[in-house]
């Protein structure tokens, strides 16, 4: 195949025709072709799959073991987490402070505020801030996961996922978010 | 005098090592790659820009929610065999050797126990095509998918000797409250550190 004939020409003249010694090589070129092509094939259709995972710590419900330090309201911003998308905060305690709609849920939206609003916190009290996040059932689960992900794009690691309430429920039934 | 004359060299090369590497590679290829197991359920988990942990091979368990159905998942054969076994006592349940050795080449299964024997008696063709209703699991410590997880976690234990790793792979429009019923539930058996998976994407600027 790839190989050129150097043997310069047959012998001229008569003489005793000798069979040819064969020669036990193989020509594996097109072996390796088939090889490489397969390399090539396999590596190319394989796709790397390696799925991330997100850490979730859920506050321990034991109640005997009373650790917990107390949070200032101050610092604290509640996010309630609507149907469609949509999610209210405020800072403070429930009920005192009227809840902020944010009509137009969209990813952006919500990091800029939690950016803006932990600034606006350090400046004030000194301290980080405290997120608390109240899912409702009417939530999906990927609400929960953008949320957490905002905060960990922040570096927020203050936070916790707390079951709503029903006067929270009365806020964003109000609202038309529940 | 006669000129000196240039030998006519041969343009063939010994293909031979060549060919070796290129199979040696070849077979190195196909022997690390690990073929992906096919979900008995459709769940598109959220994407997510910060990932603070890498899923480990070993000492591993999925929790699968789509469809409003939850599937489980054991990482490691043997972890497997423990668990079955230890679920057969709980229940009261039977589980032939030949059933057990067929669970251990399970690898998402979402099907309630008392249906699980016939299940696994079934020709691994007519598995996949199997519709899996899902492991029952409610509020309480005592559902099926709390048992699970629990004997999962004794059985990595005992044999492993490390906290086995509970994570969580659900659709991203699953309800919240069907995630919330199963990380409660986990709650009681004092399990609460889990792992989301999730999908990559790109993190936007802050201002």
Redesign the interface.
């Known amino acids: 195949m790839?190989?050129?004939d150097?043997s310069?020409g047959g012998k001229k003249g008569g003489g005793k025709v000798r069979t040819k010694k064969q020669s036990t090589r193989v020509?594996?070129?097109a072996?390796?072709d088939l090889?490489?092509l397969?390399?090539t094939f396999?590596?190319l259709t394989?796709t790397l799959?390696?799925?991330?995972?997100?850490?979730?710590?859920?506050?321990?419900?034991?109640q005997k073991t009373n650790q917990q330090l107390p949070v200032a309201a101050s610092r604290t911003l509640t996010l309630l987490?609507g149907s469609n998308h949509k999610f209210e905060w405020y800072i403070g305690e429930t009920g005192k402070t009227p809840p902020t709609v944010e009509p137009n849920y969209n990813?952006?939206s919500l990091?800029?505020m939690l950016?803006e609003k932990s600034k606006e916190i350090q400046a004030s009290t000194g301290k980080s801030m405290f997120v608390i996040i109240k899912?409702?059932?009417?939530?999906?689960?990927?609400?929960?996961?953008?949320v957490?992900?905002d905060l960990?794009?922040?570096g927020n690691d203050q936070r916790g996922i707390v079951d709503i309430t029903a006067v929270e429920l009365e806020l964003l039934k109000r609202d038309g978010l529940n | 005098m006669s000129r000196a004359k240039v030998s006519r060299k041969s343009t063939a090369i010994d293909m031979t090592a060549m060919c070796d590497v290129a199979f040696l590679l070849l077979t190195f290829f196909i022997l690390s790659a690990k073929p992906k197991v096919a979900d008995p359920v459709k769940a598109e988990v959220p994407a997510a820009s910060v990932q603070l942990e890498a899923i480990p091979e070993t000492d591993f368990a999925i929790i699968t929610v789509g469809e409003g159905k939850a599937f489980f998942q054991i990482e490691g054969d043997d972890v497997r065999k423990g668990t079955i076994e230890a679920m057969g006592e709980t229940y009261g349940a039977k589980f032939t050797p030949e059933q057990i050795k067929t669970f251990q080449h399970v690898d998402n299964f979402g099907v309630p126990l008392n249906v699980l024997p016939s299940f696994l008696d079934l020709p691994s063709a007519q598995q996949s095509n199997y519709k899996q209703p899902g492991i029952p699991f409610d509020t309480t410590e005592n559902n099926e998918l709390a048992k699970w997880v629990l004997q999962a976690r004794k059985a990595n234990a005992a044999l492993h000797n490390v906290e086995i790793k509970i994570a969580i792979r659900a659709d991203a429009q699953t309800d919240y409250p069907l995630v919330n019923t199963i990380i409660k539930s986990l709650g009681k058996q004092k399990l609460d550190k889990f792992s989301l998976i999730t999908s990559t994407k790109v993190a936007p600027k802050l201002k």
Not at chain 1, 51 to 57: E, F, H, R, S, Y
């Open positions: 790839a190989e050129l150097t310069g020509d594996l070129t072996m390796v090889a490489f397969l390399i396999f590596i394989t799959q390696k799925p991330k995972a997100m850490a979730l710590v859920m506050p321990d419900k034991d987490l990813k952006k990091l800029d950016f899912p409702s059932d009417k939530s999906k689960y990927v609400d929960l996961v953008t957490m992900d960990n794009i922040m």
